[in-house]
């Protein structure tokens, strides 16, 4: 079956930096925009960044853009979210999704930032 797995999130000082991976199974990882989202607390899921199937194409939400770097690697299935300059708005939990059949997401990771 389709299983999404997320990994990397924790605490991280303001200014610092994380490395989240998701990895998938269960489906033509390679066919899919892979998206990253996160869901702060008493607030709704958030868009985060997207990558096209092959990763020659990539979006941001203005909040993170030029800080978070989405990236895959196809032969791993897996996505990655570099997220560097983190702020404590940036804390939350991360979802990475893609959309086959249904909306799909994996159990997220917990991104917190605070001194």
Not at 34 to 60: C, D, F, H
Not at 70 to 99: G, H, W
Request: charged content about 15%; proline content about 3%.
């Amino acid at each position: 079956q389709v299983q999404l797995v997320e990994s990397g999130g924790g605490l991280v000082q303001p200014g610092g930096s994380l490395r989240l991976s998701c990895a998938g199974s269960g489906f033509t990882f390679s066919s899919y925009v892979m998206n990253w989202y996160r869901q702060a607390p008493e607030k709704g899921r958030e868009l985060v960044a997207a990558i096209s199937s092959g990763g020659g194409g990539t979006n941001y939400v203005d909040s993170v853009k030029g800080r978070f770097t989405i990236s895959r690697d196809n032969a791993k299935n897996t996505v990655y979210l570099q997220m560097n300059s983190l702020k404590p708005e940036d804390t939350a939990v991360y979802y990475c999704n893609f959309r086959g059949a249904r909306n799909y997401w994996g159990q997220g990771t917990q991104v917190t930032v605070s001194s």
